[in-house]
């Protein structure tokens, strides 16, 4: 089975600070979703990668898929209070999600003023 | 994005009692829906896969006693948990996929059983 694991597991920044999330795959990624969390709440969707070496990009979060689709990363530029939350990575089977998705363990960030 | 709908967002009830949530696709025709669980610090596990009009299918581990899900209709399943107990208190969220695509999420059900 796939299994998501994700770093940091949690991550405090000062508020206007870039930073990075990772997000490492055991087995080929065929669709790479992230999502933004707040607690106790739903799930909003961030973006989804499929193609090897694809990177896209919406306001101020860019995520990259490597060339071998084995590893993911999320980049948040000039950081807000507003980008605090927890963002999950979730993998497809290659069904584009019609078999579920496979969730790593998430990275808790919390951003200081 | 297409909008899925899940209600209650929070419910409460008692001990041996059981809870129905439902998940609704409102503007498009979910043929699966899925259910997962949050447990704290193993981010979202899927417990259950269905079909419009079939059966469900369960992950490994989970009761399907316990938790009964039914997807009568191509806009709405409901996940009943049954008899629940202070161990099933967690935070279950649905998503709804039109066949090959994207999966879309709803708000989420966070669950207390006192």
Request: aromatic residues 8%; neutral net charge.
């Amino acid at each position: 089975s796939q299994e998501l694991e994700q770093s940091p597991q949690s991550l405090i920044v000062q508020e206007g600070k870039n930073l990075t999330i990772n997000c490492t795959s055991s087995k080929t990624l065929y669709g790479l979703y992230w999502y933004k969390q707040k607690y106790g709440e739903g799930l909003i969707f961030l973006m989804m990668l499929q193609k090897g070496g694809e990177e896209k990009s919406h306001e101020k979060i860019t995520a990259k898929l490597d060339e071998k689709k084995q590893q993911s990363s999320l980049h948040i530029t000039a950081s807000q209070p507003s980008h605090a939350g927890i963002y999950l990575c979730g993998a497809d089977g290659g069904g584009g999600g019609a078999d579920g998705l496979t969730f790593g363990k998430g990275t808790h960030l919390i951003i200081q003023p | 994005g297409a909008v899925v709908s899940q209600h209650p967002s929070r419910v409460i009830c008692k001990s041996g009692t059981s809870v129905k949530i439902e998940c609704r696709s409102l503007d498009f025709q979910a043929t699966t829906m899925f259910w997962y669980r949050q447990f704290p610090k193993k981010s979202l596990m899927l417990m259950a896969t269905s079909n419009e009009g079939s059966k469900a299918t369960y992950e490994q581990g989970v009761e399907k006693d316990k938790f009964l899900i039914n997807h009568a209709s191509l806009t709405l399943s409901t996940l009943t948990v049954t008899s629940a107990h202070p161990e099933d208190s967690s935070f279950y969220i649905c998503s709804a996929s039109a066949g090959f695509t994207e999966a879309f999420f709803g708000q989420g059900t966070r669950l207390t059983v006192v």
